[in-house]
T-cell receptor, first 113, second 112 residues
Framework: KQEVTQIPAALSVPEGENLVLNCSFTDSAIYNLQWFRQDPGKGLTSLLLIQSSQREQTSGRLNASLDKSSGRSTLYIAASQPGDSATYLCAVNKWAGSYQLTFGKGTKLSVIP | DAGVIQSPRHEVTEMGQEVTLRCKPISGHDYLFWYRQTMMRGLELLIYFNNNVPIDDSGMPEDRFSAKMPNASFSTLKIQPSEPRDSAVYFC??????????FGSGTRLTVV
């Protein structure tokens, strides 16, 4: 059974810092990995999608990397802003069988002005 | 496209009552998913459909839960009878052949 772990559960940084969020998964047979952002009381907003054949994806100040063999992904946020404060979730999609996403519990990020 | 649309946004009901949650997926998407989010368990898949057909309902907690997708643009998740432990946020998501998943804003269900 696929398990997804995100460490740390919470992170607080001063504005302007670069930061890295970590995601690890136990089964490397994945189809893709997706990072989401969730604001309090809101739904999930997709940030980046990495296919299993890719090593990284970039969108603005965000860069996500994938090392399938080691079962790890990182989300790098450059020059953090208070508006980046949210919970960040990673989710993996299995290669075969069920099409469900398996989610980590998320990292709650607070960017202090 | 307006994205995945869920209704209602909030639902408060008494234990034992029937609850129906609704979802309109993104037009053209062929997969639809129902997830439940709680503090204790995080996001869990309840059921998903492919081309309106239920494919995997192994996450449905018990027979009190049922889901339907009568056409490509509408799905419902029904709980009858509802219990306080069903209180959670229920999300609907859609996807085009796993090319990324788009989530709705969720329905916050409170059963008192």
């Amino acid at each position: 059974k696929q398990e997804v772990t995100q460490i740390p559960a919470a992170l607080s940084v001063p504005e302007g810092e670069n930061l890295v969020l970590n995601c690890s998964f136990t089964d490397s047979a994945i189809y893709n990995l997706q990072w989401f952002r969730q604001d309090p009381g809101k739904g999930l907003t997709s940030l980046l999608l990495i296919q299993s054949s890719q090593r990284e994806q970039t969108s603005g100040r965000l860069n996500a990397s994938l090392d399938k063999s080691s079962g790890r992904s990182t989300l790098y946020i450059a020059a953090s802003q208070p508006g980046d404060s949210a919970t960040y979730l990673c989710a993996v999609n299995k290669w075969a069988g069920s099409y469900q996403l398996t989610f980590g519990k998320g990292t709650k990020l607070s960017v202090i002005p | 496209d307006a994205g995945v649309i869920q209704s209602p946004r909030h639902e408060v009901t008494e234990m034992g009552q029937e609850v129906t949650l609704r979802c309109k997926p993104i037009s053209g998407h062929d997969y639809l998913f129902w997830y439940r989010q709680t503090m204790m368990r995080g996001l869990e898949l309840l059921i998903y459909f492919n081309n309106n057909v239920p494919i995997d309902d192994s996450g449905m907690p018990e027979d009190r839960f049922s889901a339907k997708m009568p056409n490509a643009s509408f799905s419902t998740l029904k709980i009858q009878p509802s219990e306080p432990r069903d209180s959670a946020v229920y999300f609907c998501a859609s996807s085009l052949d796993r090319a990324g998943y788009t989530f709705g804003s969720g329905t916050r269900l409170t059963v008192v």
